[in-house]
């Protein structure tokens, strides 16, 4: 839910006025704040031009105000605490209550006006990703703006100049506060509403952190080894399904801050890539994908006719990335006996479990974990374990949903016949083909 601000006072408007010796507001605008964690209804423009407002994973919104021509909004940049999944919290930096920040919205032409006010230990700025701005407004500490001091508002101004999909970030400190979880999206709708109209339109960053079991912080320094990876600062089953009515035109906007790539695959469906953060990609130039790697410091936007009902995997094809708190030292032990092991063991420590002689399928395991963990994979479907974690989720295809409604539907009711049955084994094994007895003629 919203929640309120007080107005900053006007010493801190004069602050922000020096600095960027442009604004003429007559106050600051409040600052809203999220406190939940499940995808918030999109947020309708109540003034200018109308568009079909996207839905941010995990996520909302930020309101804005309108000041003459300007739209106006005000971004908090803070720490905050974000639950990764139930059962894991995590303490992070990112803007109005929520790590990563609520996501902008504006239409094509625009003249918008942000104000950042920074309640971090250290300064920041917010560099606005993708997008064709002045250069003094570009957000790049030092060499573009000061940096914002803690306890300071600086306003960003400028025209939205095309429309598409980007992102927002620190360029100051980048390394620590991007590791803390400081991003968020920009959505910018085309002023033609007859562009490429879709029916549904959800929108998330990626992004991915070191949190070792049992600790609360992440560790900034990590470069490669991370064990937490997310979509909106939450991991499976913690992630929000896509709920979708069938055969409406979807779009999903994918940002990606984190520190690889990610192959992002969506069953049961094939799709168009048609928009990154450098813009629309001609129609004449997409083609069919079931899958679409998003590159670091990169948008992918794809489009999906949502025409096969169910209940379909999306995630990313990393299998090490649809894991939970996972170490990355473990041998592999299948096939070897392991019950001397698990005997000596035993013996020192009761409830350590010796694992990975037939795999490491964790579905009906309970075992005892640190506290403030998550396990390796976890969830649970109409039909057992679903034995996921990281950068999943379900897209959920119903037919019958009304236009906007975006509540989960609940698991799908398969059609008598169309769910993968077992049969009887056969008694002997089946006859094979043998390997060729004639000897090749040299």
Request: charged content about 20%.
């Amino acid at each position: 839910m919203f929640s309120r601000r007080g107005f900053l006072g006007t010493a801190a408007l004069a602050s922000a006025s020096v600095v960027s010796g442009r604004v003429q507001a007559a106050s600051i605008p409040e600052a809203p704040h999220m406190d939940k964690v499940v995808m918030q209804p999109p947020l309708h423009p109540s003034s200018g031009p109308d568009y079909r407002p996207v839905v941010t994973l995990n996520g909302w919104t930020l309101p804005f105000r309108m000041n003459g021509d300007w739209k106006e909004f005000h971004l908090v940049a803070e720490p905050v605490v974000r639950e990764f999944a139930e059962g894991m919290m995590v303490n992070l930096w990112g803007y109005n209550g929520q790590s990563p920040g609520p996501t902008i919205e504006a239409v094509e032409g625009d003249k918008v006006r942000i104000f950042v006010t920074n309640r971090l230990p250290e300064y920041t700025t917010v560099h606005w990703h993708g997008m064709i701005i002045p250069s003094g407004m570009d957000g790049v500490g030092g060499l573009n703006q000061p940096h914002i001091p803690p306890g300071k508002t600086f306003v960003y101004e400028f025209e939205m100049k095309k429309s598409g999909t980007f992102m927002y970030h620190p360029h100051s400190d980048e390394m620590v506060q991007m590791a803390m979880g400081m991003m968020g999206m920009v959505v910018v709708h085309p002023r033609d509403q007859s562009f490429r109209p879709v029916d549904r339109d959800f929108v998330f960053v990626m992004s991915t952190y070191r949190v070792d079991p049992g600790t609360y912080l992440p560790k900034v320094n990590e470069m490669t080894d991370f064990n937490m990876w997310t979509w909106n600062s939450r991991v499976f089953p913690g992630i929000d399904p896509l709920p979708v009515r069938l055969d409406d035109k979807v779009r999903v906007r994918i940002g990606n801050l984190s520190m690889t790539n990610h192959p992002i695959h969506l069953h049961g469906h094939s799709f168009a890539v048609t928009c990154t953060d450098g813009g629309w990609i001609p129609e004449s130039a997409q083609y069919p994908e079931t899958t679409t790697d998003v590159p670091v410091g990169a948008v992918r936007v794809f489009d999906v006719l949502a025409d096969n009902p169910g209940d379909w995997a999306f995630h990313c094809h990393k299998s090490h990335h649809t894991m939970n708190a996972m170490g990355h030292d473990m041998r592999n032990l299948i096939g070897v006996s392991r019950k001397d092991l698990a005997r000596a063991v035993g013996k020192l420590a009761p409830d350590a479990m010796v694992m990975g002689q037939s795999g490491m399928a964790m579905g009906n395991m309970e075992m005892p974990a640190p506290d403030n963990t998550l396990p390796m994979m976890t969830g649970s479907g109409q039909f057992g374990p679903i034995e996921m974690g990281g950068m999943f989720t379900v897209m959920k295809i119903r037919d019958g949903m009304a236009r906007g409604d975006y509540s989960d539907p609940g698991p799908y009711q398969f059609p008598q016949g169309t769910v993968a049955y077992e049969v009887a084994s056969p008694a002997a094994e089946p006859a094979r083909q043998s390997a060729p007895t004639t000897k090749m003629k040299m």
